[in-house]
Each structure stands twice: as structure tokens, then as C-alpha cells.
């Protein structure tokens, strides 16, 4: 796929196929992420693969449950309150067969390194048919000490980026974007 194909094709995708992702294939999005730049060439991230389905369900409730303790439901989003309030099955990682959270250890611009490897993993994703969302409802919970305990992550590391990975189920329509604001200093 053409580099400008997988980045004007990407969407977060929600919806996923049972179909189970290699194990090969996982480590090859870790990989491509790796080939991020990283500011100082530090590569502060490390990669948590979550296939184990009862504990992304464990993940999903416990973040649920940590949103609702921390918004302010009254100016959240209408989608957030709906996914909060009602007695909602809303799984936060949307029943995808694989997470990989990225995470990194504090320092200069570590979140930002972060962020490319992101993006990197998801546009990697693309070009080979593969679906991807950055699930930022779980991200809060798993700062947290049981958070990082559920996943096994030193208790240095900092969660950045849970990114659901699975075969899309259906096309998933564009999200219109803004016309950036653009200022030209010539
Ligand atoms: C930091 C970050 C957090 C996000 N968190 C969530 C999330 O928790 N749940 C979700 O469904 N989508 C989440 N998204 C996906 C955005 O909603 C999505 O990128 C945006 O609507 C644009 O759609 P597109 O990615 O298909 O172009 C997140 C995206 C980013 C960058």
C-alpha cells in the first residue's frame, strides 16, 4: 500500500471480525513502531501485548469504573455520559482481539516518542488490511497502581497509547476533517 493510501485510509476502527492476529504480525507492529523517531534516540517505549480476553474485560470494567469516579459527567461529551451512566455493555476495547499498549519512562519529550510509535503501529496496521483505535477511556486506569499491576508493567512506565488491533468487521466511513488553520510567513 502506498504510504499516502494508509494515511488517508486509516480510521479508528470499532468494530472487529473474531479473527485472532498472529503473533508474527503483532511483533511486526511493534516493529514498525520502533522506527519512530525518538527525541536524544532515547526509545523510552515498551509494548504490552494483551491477547488474554478476560483481562481486557477486567481492563474495560475497571476503566469504566475510573472514568465515572474522575469526569465531570455534566460537561462531558454525549457519548461518554451514555457510555458511563446507562447500565451500559459498552466495552471499552470494543471486543477487539488484541491491545498493545505503548508506555515509556518519564523524561524529555517520552510521551511524544510515545505518540510516533502511535502512530507509526496504526498506519503499519493499515498497510496490511489491519484495524486499529488509540483507546484513550482505558488509559486513565491503567496510570493508575492497579492499573499497571493488571498488565504487568513496572511501576515506572507511563501508559500512553492502548491501541485496539483486529481485523476490521465492515468499512468504517471517514470522519470529516476541519480545514486547518494554516499561517504563512514568507
Ligand atoms: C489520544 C486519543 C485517544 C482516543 N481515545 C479513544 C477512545 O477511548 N475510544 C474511541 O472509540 N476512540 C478513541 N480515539 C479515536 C478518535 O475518536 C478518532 O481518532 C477521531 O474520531 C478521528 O477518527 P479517525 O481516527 O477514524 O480519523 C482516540 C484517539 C486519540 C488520538
Partial sequence: ????????????????TDAPVPKEVLLGLVDAATLAPSANNAEHWHFTIIQNQALLDRISDASKAHMLKVTDLASAGSRVREHLTAASDFHVFYHAPAVILISTLSGDFAIEDAALAAENLMLAARGQGLGTCWIGFAQKWLETAEGKQAVEL??????????IVGTPKGETPPVPRKTPAVHWID
Fill in 1 to 16: 500500500m502506498e504510504l499516502m493510501d494508509a494515511i488517508r485510509h486509516r480510521r479508528s476502527v470499532r468494530a472487529f
Fill in 154 to 163: 513496572d511501576p515506572h512506565y507511563i501508559p500512553v497509547a492502548p491501541i
